[in-house]
């Protein structure tokens, strides 16, 4: 593959990465800003190249970049001498998605866990399914921290 066809690859992933990310609640351009700094070779983007490379406008720019550093998804250097603000994802501990995965799982077990109290029929069919759910949950949680020490051990 050339230098050319990767680089049109990579752009084409950075917009598939805005659809995957409008999907889940995020504006379109923020996600397509993620795929900018993930995906491509550069790792720091100045806020007029993000608006450049994107063919976006300034103040969409702005606002997903903003949210993006609410929501603890990128963050800015900068460079003595230089006003100009240069972004990056923001780097995490490897684990950290494994973890917000968990989190929502346990989030999503005690809502069921609410559920069920309030049936009045525990042997009804959406009752039987609730409760296999959350043992399928609690199944899945309990092998979070025993895959992570696994993966550890293996390196």
């Known amino acids: 593959m050339t230098s050319e066809e990767r680089i049109r690859k990579q752009k084409e992933l950075v917009e598939s990465t805005g659809c995957m ?3 889940k609640g995020f504006q379109p351009t923020a996600g397509r800003i993620i795929g900018l700094l993930t995906i491509m070779d550069k790792e720091q983007y100045t806020f007029d190249e993000i608006v450049e490379e994107l063919q976006i406008s300034k103040s969409s720019a ?3 970049l903003n949210m993006l550093e609410i929501s603890n998804i990128i963050e ?3 460079l003595p001498g230089d006003r100009k603000r240069y972004f990056q994802i923001k780097k995490v501990d490897k684990f ?4 917000e995965h968990r989190s929502k799982l346990k989030e999503t077990r005690d809502f069921l ?3 069920l109290d309030l049936k009045a029929n525990k042997n009804s069919g959406n009752a039987i ?3 296999d759910l959350i043992d399928m949950l609690n199944y899945f949680l309990d092998k979070f ?3 992570k020490k696994d ?5």
């Open 129 to 131: 399914l609730i409760k």
């Open 21 to 23: 990310y409008d999907k």
């Open 151 to 155: 993966y550890l051990s293996q390196k």
């Open 76 to 78: 800015y250097t900068t």
């Open 96 to 99: 950290t998605l494994v973890d």
């Open 113 to 115: 866990n609410n559920v």
């Open 145 to 147: 921290e025993e895959l």
């Open 62 to 64: 702005s606002n997903a």
